[in-house]
């Protein structure tokens, strides 16, 4: 792992790059009254967006009480909505649930979960792992469900304006990004569900990149509400990724897994935003600045990692035919 003399990265505040509000100008089907929906489908009451500190935002109705109506005209420049930014969330949302349902359990999402605009994509690979730790077992039984409440959440709230579930690889772009790692060699083949070991270390190569997403999607998020739940998403992501580096750290699989921190931070750009396992020869289990906070990634940063390419693509790696929505173009980082 790249180490710099202090423990700092680029800034936090860094908002989302111009290729995220560029891709996002088009919102088809995310207008108010899917944002409206929004608010019916999360069972958000006027009183609970008053109540949320969001009346100046939305705007104040006859007698001082918020008007539900007008929250969806929050933002003026209707460039990025609040649901474009929580659809390429779901996205996500939809690769790490599949991710762990199939190690768990041996199948995926069920047919009502997966619909909605965009092609709906089938699902390359993933099986259910031969768990020999009971308490790792339970953690990923646990965290399987979270995800897949996750996208439960997600797709009630957007109502009609949710995407579907793309194309996933859980197969081969596994062991391309094995090989970009430096784990395997060219010909060897990396089966993230065939050992315990291998499933947690398929668990790094996108825990954190979660992570730091809803961290960065966090300044585009308009509606104080909406930015509440993603919050609330972003701290169960973080409890599932220092889990998954902790576990990795007392199995002893530290090298390995800085070796596919290296080859995300090879992914997203020439600054040195990622960190592994080990910081100056000492552990690391929370990723931060030097004011201990968690790093942003941009869109087309995270598309960058997901779509295993340092170039600006619209699809490749665990999305093979890219994801629905109009955020869907990764950085050029080559």
Excluded: W
Excluded at 158 to 179: H, M, N, Q, S, W
Excluded at 212 to 226: D, Q, R
Aim: charged share 25%; net charge negative.
């Amino acid at each position: 792992m790249n180490a710099a003399p202090e423990k700092k990265r680029v800034p936090v505040f860094e908002g989302f790059s111009k290729a995220f509000v560029r891709e996002a100008i088009n919102r088809s089907a995310e207008n108010a009254v899917d944002r409206r929906r929004f608010l019916r489908a999360a069972g958000l009451t006027t009183a609970g967006i008053v109540g949320g500190g969001a009346l100046t935002a939305c705007g104040a109705g006859p007698g001082g009480t918020a008007a539900i109506g007008t929250v969806s005209e929050v933002t003026e420049d209707p460039a990025v909505s609040d649901a474009a930014v929580l659809n390429f969330a779901l996205n996500l949302e939809y690769l790490e649930a599949e991710f762990y349902l199939r190690a768990v359990t041996g199948k995926g999402l069920e047919d009502d979960q997966i619909d909605g605009i965009g092609k709906v994509g089938g699902v390359t690979g993933g099986r259910k792992v031969m768990f020999h730790d009971k308490t790792l077992k339970a953690n990923a039984t646990e965290i399987a469900d979270d995800e897949r409440a996750h996208v439960d959440f997600l797709r009630t709230a957007l109502g009609d304006a949710k995407v579907a579930r793309p194309a996933i690889d859980l197969d081969e772009a596994f062991t391309a990004a094995a090989i970009a790692a430096g784990l395997i060699k060219e010909h060897e083949k990396f089966d993230a569900f065939g050992s315990e070991d291998n499933f947690l270390l398929a668990a790094f190569v996108f825990e954190d990149v979660g992570v730091t997403a809803y961290k960065g999607a966090a300044p585009l998020i308009e509606n104080k509400t909406f930015l509440e739940a993603a919050a609330g998403i972003l701290a169960v992501e973080a409890y599932h990724a220092g889990l998954i580096r902790a576990t990795l750290q007392a199995r002893g699989a530290v090298d390995l897994a800085d070796k596919i921190s290296d080859a995300r931070d090879g992914l997203d750009g020439e600054d040195d935003l990622d960190q592994g396992l080990t910081f100056e020869d000492e552990p690391n289990i929370v990723p931060t600045d030097e004011n201990a906070i968690a790093f942003s990634r941009s869109a087309g940063q995270v598309l960058n990692i997901v779509y295993l390419n340092p170039e600006s693509v619209t699809s490749g790696g665990f999305f093979p035919e890219g994801v629905n929505g109009d955020i869907n173009a990764s950085d050029d980082n080559a």
